[in-house]
């Protein structure tokens, strides 16, 4: 975001855009913040505030920094030790984001706070934090405090008497189509669709047939009466309900009050994040007022494990609640909770602050747009789970290390597990940043025995530096794991020689890559990565390993944390996301309703006309024999060929003018005669067979375009159309508004008449259309091959496919598909989109902000801590997380256990379980083997696709497998020789129990070689 001219950089913040929008982008461009407090928390909310892009960042934090910052705050080094850490660490804040400038606040006072939109103190006294939000109210800032401390952690937010909330959810409005509207105001959506509105939510209705007021009526609220039915009250003002219409949810503002501090320290309000601990942010309130307590009586934190100053705590935590006998009783009070609080506060864990840091980052955000539903008022959040389950005060005392600070909550003796795991990173984009951040802090890999193997294939592109913050401008370009790996190693120097960068995918064709010799020294495995079949297939290697896995995802706001842990858990592929819902093919080519089946059409038209067509003509280029040994039906032959003579003879262009007449004459067939075409067959006042409007519910009439030159839209076209073809046959483009001009003006489009015959399908159970009676397919066919010229003749000459490229956009692959579009939805009557959205749509980019992010990140290595100190056999320690922090909304639980099968008297895990030989046995010894040890009767046994053996092969075949080497099976049925290198093969059964029961096997059968 250039805040001189107040344009967004959407090379920049696209990912970003498509969370927050424009409007939110631009009052974050007002916003000015002031951070105070720059230890672990606070550098993590300045990092992720100053990746958003506000209009200035301002740091305030005179401490001098220590040993025990190094555990969390990545932008100070052991040579800072003792400097200011404001000071030490403005320069790399500054680094992240060049349209936003950071710099050091030198005196705390109110006049210098009044400069500020938003405040935030970090790890600060409550004396401070009260002064401060008394400067805030003054100004009308907005407030915020967050405290970190151990596995702890406190947040606040105080944005004043009257805050506006302009979107409380950001999800997107929902609108639909509808059946009928009653004269008592009873609206029914069509053909059983789910309206999906809530009561108090708000409507507008547009292209309602009878009721021309109703369509321009401000907002109704609604009262919901079913799934597929609301009401707006009585409407019989506006006239009688006729046919048609759309209703538009419409958002309206929300306006919240919150309490200064000084008020809701005695009156809190809780967010709850976590359900399964419902009683513990009251406990944790008086805890934290008890601890800032302490501080000031001793001017200390309570030292690490130690009872004493546990014991002291508790105490003034008694006189705390005497203090504030609303909150809790003193009956009431957890002791074991208070004192867990001092014995670890002096911790400082990545993991926490990057939960915190991003949680409260997006809080500032909110503050600064209105987007988003803020916090009321107070969050508590905890992960006692995470802690070892026996430390002494020895074990965790401070050592003058890096580590102290994690030592101070962990111990020591964990602390050296951490650094001598061996980890493997799948993926080094936003959660990889952020993964390697947080284990360079913790120390991960850091120790004589520790590793970390990341990989990932793509190189660093600009729209990533939004949020993968590792990267800067000078690293475009570079690949990312090699970037990240050495942008680490500046974090902890120990990790110096410990990071293996690596640029393969993770796949089946990489498997002598990450082979069994890769794989067996791995201690856990994660997936930082952004798409499902990528990450099924690491789930599954790490359930043939036996490696644990942490899985996690980010959408916008929302994100989610999954464990899968060998012999316990479900594994990742366990459970699968319903598929994507598609659009009607009907829908797509005759009657589109929504600007997303216009874009879908769009992108179609796009992939055919530039990069299919241009494939399948380079396949005959090369192969003469294409069309005989590939297309099995006359009807594939006639279309390949006719593809082939117009695409090499017919319309092959020689210069940039024949590319423009092309495009131009395209619009005509695509926008206007295909139109008066669909309208002959199906005109505007046809009825159904029932007497029904044709053009009625989601059909809508459309109407033919006539081209203009001076549209932009239609103009739009015919450039982009007109560049990617001239791409396509390698032509120099002559991109000057006169020459199209001049060669639009010489066309001589010829009048469109309509044709009988063609038959266009109504739905998609329709029967494929006939074209009109002709000759022969034979005789088509020859005809064609006789004006194609044979391949030879065109010697080296080949298309330039169009691999689509959604984030150039100089390349006008998004320019075509935005003109399209809109073209098409012009002739529906569709509200046209703009390039931003049709990019998102048409690109299926994934919205991404670094605060959720981070914060995903940091529950995850929570859970990595769990793994870690062993508690592997304890399911319910564990946590499976869903957080949406637009509402804010925290989900946690319990990882779903993995399932048994039980057959005969034994059982076995579902998931986990397998069978392991180590001999190449004959296929009769195998059957022998599980008949003898499992008293199973196998009936079918399969490798990859091939199946070996089955009951029902005729005997003869049957007797030449028998003694067959399993190996020798495999490669005799599959046709393919075993890789060399090969140490193991996999093999599914079926098989019947002793009872004749049919046994479902699902645990891998491992032939070890």
């Known amino acids: 975001m250039d805040n001189q001219s107040g344009d967004i950089d959407e090379s920049l913040y696209s990912r970003q855009l498509y969370v927050l929008g424009k409007e939110a982008m631009q009052q974050m461009k007002s916003s000015n913040v002031l951070i105070i407090g720059l230890g672990g ?125 302009l979107d409380p959810t950001g999800e997107e409005p929902v609108s639909g189509i509808l059946s009928e509207i009653s004269p008592d105001g009873v609206v029914t959506a069509h053909d059983e669709t789910r309206h999906g509105l809530e009561n108090g939510d708000y409507v507008r209705f547009t292209e309602v047939q009878g009721m021309p007021g109703l369509n321009e009526a401000d907002p109704l609220p609604i ?72 501080i000031q009586q001793n001017s200390a934190l309570p030292r690490p494990r130690n009872k004493e100053d546990a014991e002291k705590l508790l105490d003034i935590a008694k006189n705390v609640v005497t203090e504030y006998p609303s909150i809790i009783s003193d009956a009431n009070i957890d002791e074991k909770l208070i004192s867990e609080l001092a014995l670890q506060a002096r911790g400082n864990l990545a993991p926490m602050t990057a939960m915190l840091g991003g949680f409260a980052a997006q809080e500032v955000l909110k503050a600064c747009t209105g987007k988003f539903s803020p916090a009321k008022q107070w969050l508590y959040f905890d992960s006692l789970e995470s802690l070892p389950p026996s430390l002494s005060e020895d074990d965790c005392k401070e050592v003058g290390s890096r580590y102290d600070g994690n030592i101070a909550v962990l111990g020591k003796k964990v602390q050296d597990r951490i650094s001598n795991l061996n980890m493997f990173l799948v993926g080094a984009g936003a959660i990889g940043c952020e993964m390697l951040k947080v284990w360079a802090l913790l120390g991960v890999g850091a120790g004589p025995n520790g590793k970390i193997t990341v990989t990932d294939m793509d190189s660093i592109e600009r729209s990533n530096l939004n949020r993968q913050f590792l990267f800067r401008a000078p690293d475009v370009g570079k690949l990312k794991s090699e970037a990240a790996a050495k942008a680490v190693t500046n974090i902890n120097p120990d990790l110096n020689g410990k990071i293996v960068a690596m640029q393969e995918k993770v796949g089946a064709d990489t498997e002598t890559i990450f082979d069994d010799d890769f794989w067996q020294p791995i201690d856990i495995v994660a997936n930082a990565l952004d798409n499902v079949d990528a990450r099924t297939y690491v789930d599954r290697r790490c359930v043939f390993f036996r490696k644990p896995l942490l899985e996690s995802g980010t959408l916008g706001t929302k994100g989610n944390v999954q464990v899968v842990i060998p012999d316990l858990t479900e594994s990742y592929s366990s459970s699968r996301d319903p598929p994507e819902k598609s659009i009607p093919l009907c829908t797509l080519k005759s009657f589109p309703n929504q600007i997303e089946h216009t874009i879908a059409w769009a992108k179609s038209m796009f992939e055919e006309y530039f990069t299919n067509q241009e494939e399948m003509v380079n396949m005959y280029l090369s192969n003469p024999n294409f069309i005989e040994n590939t297309l099995s039906t006359t009807s594939d032959q006639i279309g390949t060929l006719n593809t082939l003579y117009n695409y090499l003879v017919a319309a092959k262009p020689t210069s ?175 509200e046209p989109a703009d390039r931003s959205k049709t990019k998102f749509i048409a690109g299926k980019i994934i919205p991404a902000i670094a605060t959720t992010t981070a914060l995903v990140t940091g529950l995850v290595n929570l859970e990595l801590l769990k793994l870690v100190e062993g508690k592997e056999k304890d399911i ?134």
């Open 41 to 165: 928390l606070g550098v993590e909310i300045a990092k992720n505030v100053a990746l958003a892009g506000v209009k200035s960042l301002t740091l305030y934090d005179p401490t001098p920094a220590s040993f025990i910052d190094l555990s969390a705050q990545y932008y100070l080094t052991s040579a800072d030790i003792g400097k200011p850490r404001a000071q030490a660490c403005v320069s790399k804040v500054a680094e992240l984001n060049e349209y936003v400038p950071v710099s050091v606040l030198d005196t705390l006072d109110q006049s210098t706070v009044s400069a500020f939109k938003v405040v935030v103190c970090t790890n600060q006294s409550l004396e401070l934090q009260l002064k401060v939000n008394e400067w805030t109210r003054a100004s009308g800032a907005a407030f915020i405090s967050s405290s970190v401390r151990g596995l702890f952690g406190v947040h606040f937010n105080d944005f004043g008497e009257k805050f506006t909330v």
């Open 223 to 294: 009262k919901v009466l079913g799934p597929y039915t609301f009401s707006v009250g009585d409407v019989s003002k506006y006239g009688t309900y006729e046919r048609g219409g759309v209703f538009h949810q419409v958002k309206q503002p929300k306006v919240l009050e919150f309490k200064p501090l000084v008020e809701s320290i005695a009156d809190p309000e809780y967010l709850v994040s976590d359900f399964a601990k419902f009683d513990r942010p009251a406990q944790l309130h008086i805890g934290f007022i008890a601890l800032d307590k302490f």
């Open 656 to 830: 940039f003018e024949d590319c423009i007449a092309w495009a131009r004459l395209e619009f005509e067939t695509k926008f206007h005669n295909d139109i008066v075409q669909l309208l002959y067959n199906f005109p505007k006042d046809s009825v159904t067979s029932s007497g029904i409007p044709f053009w009625s519910g989601p059909k809508r009439a459309p109407t033919p375009l006539t081209f203009d030159i001076n549209n932009p839209t239609h103009f739009g076209f015919i450039q982009a159309a007109a560049n990617l073809r001239a791409y396509n046959y390698g032509i120099k483009v002559e991109d000057s508004r006169e020459v199209y001009q001049k060669v639009i003006d010489s066309l001589i489009i010829p009048d469109f008449v309509p044709k009988s015959g063609i038959v266009i399908k109504e739905k998609d159970t329709d029967p494929d259309p006939e074209g009109a009676a002709g000759m022969s397919d034979t005789d088509q066919i020859q005809e064609l091959i006789s004006k194609i010229p044979p391949a030879s003749e065109f010697g080296n000459f080949r298309l330039n496919p169009v691999e689509f490229e959604k984030d150039d956009d100089s390349n006008f692959h998004i320019d075509f598909i935005t003109a399209a579009s809109n073209l098409r939805a012009s002739n529906y009557c569709i």
């Open 876 to 1009: 319910e320690v564990f946590k499976n997380g869903f957080i949406n922090l637009a509402l804010p909304f925290f989900g946690f639980s319990e990882p779903i256990a993995s399932g048994k099968i039980k057959y005969n008297d034994k059982q076995i895990d579902q998931i986990w379980g397998r069978f392991d030989i180590y001999k190449d046995l004959t296929l009769q010894e195998f059957i022998d083997h599980f008949e003898k040890e499992e008293g199973l009767s196998i009936t079918m046994v399969s490798h990859n696709v091939s199946l070996l053996y089955a009951s029902f092969f005729p005997p003869k075949k049957l007797k030449e497998k028998y003694g067959m080497k399993m190996t020798e099976l495999v490669s005799a049925v599959s046709k393919k020789e075993i890789p060399a290198g090969t140490k193991t093969l996999l093999f599914e059964i079926c098989a019947d129990d002793k009872e004749g029961n049919d046994v479902e096997i699902l645990p891998f059968i491992c032939l070890h070689l």
